[in-house]
């Protein structure tokens, strides 16, 4: 149980378009889902939270007009990065968590962008 | 600042031996604790969470949490080349809407 994907793994993208990417909580509601970003030998930061529902809750120095979050049913949020830059290539990963899983955390496989 | 210090690697150990991995936090409103394993170029799996003082064992996993001394620690028993990841320790606090803090990570390579 506790299983969430995500779509696509890889994109490459031309900088100035946008990518929206999906994350799915397959056999559980997720009420919160959160978005990761990871470059190569670093941590995970964490680039905002989000509720079904509700507006996204961004940290500090992440640009919400441009990492767009919608979290519009329980068991999907949406990252849409707009205008893309070489500098937002990089691992992108969500999480899920919500009823039944108990404050857990559960993460989907991550997104690789590259934007040339 | 709610801070998850982890001790820094990278640890080797060889085939079969225990790893202890080890983390520390500072905010006493912690809750949830919980080990996550990343192999490179991959996402966190969970692998361990635990919310109560002492032991809990799961297979060649174990993970010991003590609050007093906010501590929280997973051996790893007969380790094996398969368990060669990045060990990320993470804690929750109840008000934090499932929000976790991550610590940096120890790198584990164990070796044949």
């Known amino acids: 149980g506790a299983v969430v994907s995500q779509h696509p793994s890889r994109v490459i993208c031309k900088s100035g378009t946008s990518v929206k990417i999906e994350c799915r909580s397959l056999d559980f509601q997720a009420t919160t889902m959160f978005w990761y970003r990871q470059f190569p030998k670093q941590s995970l930061m964490l680039m905002a939270t989000?509720?079904?529902?509700?507006?996204?809750?961004?940290e500090q120095g992440v640009e919400k007009d441009k990492f767009l979050i919608n979290h519009a049913s329980l068991t999907l949020s949406t990252l849409t990065v707009t205008s893309a830059h070489p500098e937002d290539s990089s691992f992108y990963i969500c999480s899920a968590a919500g009823t039944g899983v108990i404050e857990t955390q559960y993460f989907g496989p991550g997104t690789r962008l590259l934007v040339l | 600042q709610k801070e998850v210090e982890q001790n820094s690697g990278p640890l080797s150990v060889p085939e079969g031996a225990i790893a202890s991995l080890n983390c520390t936090y500072s905010?006493?409103?912690?809750?949830?604790f919980f080990w996550y394993r990343q192999y490179s170029g991959k996402s966190p799996e969970l692998i361990m969470s635990?919310?109560?003082?002492g032991d809990k064992e799961d297979g060649r996993f174990t993970a010991q949490l003590n609050k007093a001394s906010q501590y929280v620690s997973l051996l790893i028993r007969d380790s094996q080349p398969s368990d060669s990841a990045t060990y990320l320790c993470?804690?929750?606090?109840?008000?934090?809407?499932?929000?976790?803090?991550f610590g940096k990570g120890t790198l584990l390579t164990v070796n044949p």
């Open positions: 635990i919310y109560s003082n």
């Open positions: 905010d006493r409103g912690s809750q949830s």
């Open positions: 989000s509720n079904e529902g509700s507006k996204a809750t961004y």
């Open positions: 993470a804690v929750n606090i109840l008000s934090s809407n499932y929000k976790l803090t």
